[in-house]
């Protein structure tokens, strides 16, 4: 198998439920905060918002993604994958959900740069800069030069 084409399954295999979308392919100049855009639109056209107001450029979207470790980043993907981002209704199996997650971090590489739009350690609550125009959102996302994911989960409360 390819390596886009294992990276594309594995981002299908945590992008189950109703508010979880993933995206993933070549870089092509492309930065990343214009994927999270363009998934976050997506989302918009798919599932309109109840109510709230998210970025509408990339640069906004740009403004809301900080670093983060690969880590963090893999299980911060685990989460928002294995369990609906609002009401925490089981999606998946988190152990399944990890495995996925490690697996497209190895496929990105040690030297993948890592974004989430969420602000503090991960286990330990925080809060997020909105990307979408849900209530609540919460994204991954990693190039390592050549190729890109993003995974995004949302939700209104």
Partial sequence: ????????????SLAVGPRVRAACGPVAGIP?????????????AERPAVRGAGPASVPEVAAALD??????????????ASAELVHGVPLQD??????????????????????????????????????THHGIDVVVAATNGELFVVLLAFGDD
């Fill in 67 to 80: 670093p983060v470790n690969r880590w963090e980043a893999t299980e911060m993907a685990a989460d928002i």
């Fill in 94 to 131: 988190r152990d399944s959900a990890r495995r996925a997650a490690g697996r497209v971090a190895a496929i990105l590489g040690e030297d993948a740069d890592w974004f989430t739009n969420w602000e503090g350690f991960w286990g330990a609550g925080g809060q997020w800069n909105p990307v």
């Fill in 1 to 12: 198998m390819e390596t886009s084409d294992e990276l594309a399954a594995l981002l299908r």
């Fill in 32 to 44: 990343i905060a214009e994927r999270v855009l363009d998934l976050a639109e997506r989302v918009r």
